[in-house]
């Protein structure tokens, strides 16, 4: 067994310098969303010496849904087992890490990260592994403390300092620190204009600021790179998508569902959220999305048989259900109780305490059963970021409750949600939205009629004379309808 020096200068043990140049390869697709990462990973199995290759593939497949007992993972688990005393101290972290993630113990595994990434603060494999442990599992201190506590060790020459920018932008805004984030994510991009990570953390402080036509410019300006990163493109295309429901222009949102999101590679179940949420969300905003939902509910059936992570399986439940596939809705919801002995692990423990009442949640709303919706996602608010994901994703939790609360006349409570909301977020065009409802159904046009305007303003044009084209009789923009669903 040798040592040998891969492109962000780690030393890795292998048998041949050929494989460190395949990991190479490997990691920098990872990092900038091209390729097959993890199949490429996979190949460099054929070096019996090589870890890192099954220590990503593995956490990459456990992060798309796949378990201990998954007949791939535990096969890599077993190669991983084999040479732990014969690997360095570095590589020994990384495969507990991988260990405890497929055990369902998300934090246990990014804590093992962290602690490899103390000793060897320039592993950046180890530092994006803990990222994105932490992201499925929403624990944003965690994601910004770990790059926050090796980033003085980076200096700009260094070959992936641009990626351990975008890495602390995203942790900076998850944890609402918009301001701070928007810097380094901007400087990223400056060093490594493919850092596909640091331009959706940017787009990421422009969508929880409601700063729309930054966003919009942003992902015009930087389209030609972004849409040839096929691993995030989808993603990216979901939040100008975001933009589009925000300013009214469903028929572009739906362009982008038909052209991009419904076209993703249906393997990965991941890839099927982006979709799914946003004809959610554009059905809350009134828009009629057709007969989409049979075919999105058809492509997650294949995924539905299991429950993997909790921002998969909320996802699983909303297509099924406004896909009207009440049988399969049922089992669905059933398997939560078949898999309640499965609680031990911190995945099985959010699965019981929070994903299963979301998902029994989201069911109850399509169901018109607005007393069940809002009792369960009302008391569960404080734990959703358990079920992983951003805080942009998330927000789908709150239209939810919002448009359950209104549908019901629940308008006390509705009132105390919505302006604790638009408290945080002043420009949020749904919550504005939201409030010209409630001010309505309050019997107050004036107030609804102020609300309506500030909802078009957020997403106006200035005119050279300082006016927006929105006004208070309401401009162009498409005014959402009463229809609820
Ligand atoms: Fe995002």
Redesign the pocket.
């Known amino acids: 067994m040798g040592r040998f020096k891969d492109i962000f200068g780690q030393s890795l043990s292998a048998e041949r310098a050929d494989t460190i140049e395949g990991w190479n390869r490997a990691i920098l697709d990872y990092f900038t969303f091209k390729g097959d990462p993890v199949s490429e990973a996979l190949e460099l199995a054929h070096d019996r010496s090589f870890v890192m290759g099954d220590v990503f593939a593995a956490t990459m497949l456990v992060f798309d849904g796949a378990t201990a007992s998954s007949p791939q993972v535990s096969s890599i688990l077993r190669r991983l087992e084999a040479l732990h005393d014969a690997v360095s101290a570095q590589e020994q972290g990384h495969i507990r890490a991988v260990r405890a993630c497929a055990e369902g113990g998300i934090s246990l595994a990014a804590g093992c990260w962290d602690r490899v990434l103390m000793e060897h603060p320039l592993d950046i494999v180890a530092m994006k592994l803990a990222h994105e442990a932490y992201f499925l599992i929403g624990d944003a201190n965690g994601m910004l403390r770990s790059v926050s506590a090796a980033l003085p060790h980076w200096r700009p020459d260094m070959k992936a300092y641009g990626f351990v920018l975008g890495q602390h932008a995203f942790g900076l805004e998850e944890c609402h620190q918009y301001a701070a984030a928007e810097g380094p994510a901007r400087l990223a991009l400056e060093l490594e204009p493919d850092d596909c990570w640091a331009l ?1 953390a940017l ?2 402080v422009y969508e929880m600021q409601g700063r729309h036509f930054d966003c919009l410019s942003l992902l015009d300006a930087m389209r030609s790179r972004w849409v040839n990163q096929p691993l995030l493109a989808a ?1 990216i295309w979901w ?1 100008l998508a975001l933009r589009y429901v925000a300013d009214g222009r469903f028929e572009q949102a739906l362009a982008v569902y038909d052209e991009q999101l419904a076209k993703v590679n249906v393997s990965s179940a991941f890839r099927l959220t982006d979709g799914t949420s946003l004809l959610w969300r554009l059905e809350l905003a009134g828009a009629s999305v057709g007969d989409r939902w049979a075919e999105l509910a058809d492509k997650w059936s294949a995924h539905a048989g299991r429950h993997a992570n909790g921002f998969l399986d909320v996802h699983i439940a909303m297509a099924l259900a406004a896909a009207g596939r009440q049988s399969e809705v049922e089992r669905f919801l059933a398997g939560f109780n078949e898999d309640a002995g499965e609680t031990t692990s911190e995945l099985g423990e959010i699965r019981r305490q929070v994903t299963a009442p979301a998902c029994r949640a989201l069911v109850a709303y399509r169901a018109g059963d607005d007393r069940t919706a809002i009792g369960t996602l009302a008391s569960l608010l404080p734990a959703l970021h358990r079920i992983g994901g ?1 805080n ?2 998330r927000d789908l939790f709150d239209r939810t409750l919002s448009a359950s609360m209104l549908r019901a006349g629940e308008l006390a409570r509705s009132r105390g949600f919505l302006l604790r909301l638009l408290a945080e977020h002043p420009n949020a065009a749904w919550v504005l939205d939201d409030m010209a409802t409630l001010e309505a159904q309050s019997n107050d046009p004036a107030m609804a009629s102020v609300y309506r305007a500030r909802a078009s303003l957020a997403v106006a044009p200035i005119a050279e004379n300082g006016r927006s084209r929105a006004s208070l009789a309401g401009g162009a923009r498409h005014q959402r309808s009463d229809r609820r669903h």
């Open positions: 959706h787009t990421h993603h939040h951003s942009a994703q």
